[in-house]
């Protein structure tokens, strides 16, 4: 299999870039490609080094930088060395520019100011810490989504994910035996949202889980007959009280955070007056 190298150079965190790459890279089936992140680009030192990098190992560059000066080094660099580089947000910030009549400001990194709604998001994150796996539940009115499902369907990760977005999330867990609390059935505030997962696929991640934890396997916890009798318990709560669900069997913690969000937005849409 061939090698290839992809140079991200970014005069923030990164992040958009990472996103774009890895977006685009899953529909190449077969391609070995190495990415290297170069974040924080603000200087022409940092650029001149990373310019030696890249000619030690070449490949395709995208990159958001600001700065005039440094885009233009870095784009001369290119076409002498005949590398191809994409500036990756410079239509999107032209089509945005010519649509709102205003010009962009030009500042690196402004998507992650330290303003009201990064804030929000350490209070949302503080939230689903204190708030995960059943914790402190008699003040879920304080939520704005609750995810409910049988142990495994990855409500912690999800609820992690959707406080990165400001979204304060608990998780409340369906456990055999255990029973809800009675907070969940009364609260009138927050979205209440099933997740569900097929029981052959929760078999694979919680006998994966006890193997993590050096401990047995084979128990009540991985039977499939059992596992199915939480699914099916599970699904018969949602429905009675009309809660949505997501089926998380073949969605990635982005994709189920995506259509709680739509679900969410949806909803507060609805109750505005």
């Known amino acids: ?29 077969g391609v070995d490609v190495t990415e290297h992140l170069w974040p924080l680009v603000r200087t022409k030192g940092q650029l001149e080094q990373i310019k030696a ?17 440094l885009r ?12 191809l580089c994409i500036p990756v947000l410079d239509p999107v910030i032209a089509a945005l520019a010519n649509y709102l009549g205003v010009e962009s400001a030009g500042r690196p990194g402004r998507q992650h100011a330290m303003d009201a709604e990064y804030f929000n ?7 689903v810490l204190a708030h995960d796996d059943g914790q402190l539940t008699l003040d879920l009115d304080g939520a704005d989504v609750v995810l409910v499902g049988v142990s495994r ?17 608990a998780n409340v867990p369906i456990v055999p035996g255990c029973p809800l609390p009675p907070d969940l059935f009364t609260t009138g505030k927050p979205l209440i949202v099933g997740l569900t997962e097929s ?5 694979q991640i919680r006998r994966n889980r006890l193997r993590m934890l050096k401990e047995e396997s084979d128990t009540e916890y ?22 949505p669900v997501i089926d ?20 507060q849409r609805e109750r505005r007056p």
């Open 1 to 29: 299999m061939d090698a290839y190298h992809l140079h991200l150079i970014s005069d923030a965190t990164g992040e958009t870039l990472n996103a774009i790459a890895r977006a685009c890279l899953v529909q190449f089936e």
């Open 53 to 69: 990098e890249i000619a030690a190992e070449p490949g395709i560059i995208l990159f958001t930088l600001i700065d005039d000066k």
């Open 72 to 83: 233009k080094n870095l784009e001369d660099y290119c076409r002498r060395e005949n590398v």
């Open 121 to 127: 998001r350490i209070d949302a994150m503080s939230y």
């Open 153 to 169: 369907t990855s409500k912690t990760p999800t609820c992690i994910y959707l406080a990165n977005r400001g979204i304060k999330a």
């Open 199 to 203: 029981p052959s696929r929760l078999v």
């Open 222 to 243: 991985t039977d499939i007959e059992r596992i199915k009798e939480e699914v099916a318990n599970a699904r018969r709560l949602f429905q009675k009280h009309r809660w």
């Open 248 to 267: 998380v069997t073949r969605r990635s913690i982005e994709e189920t955070a995506a259509a709680i969000i739509h679900l969410y937005t949806q909803r």
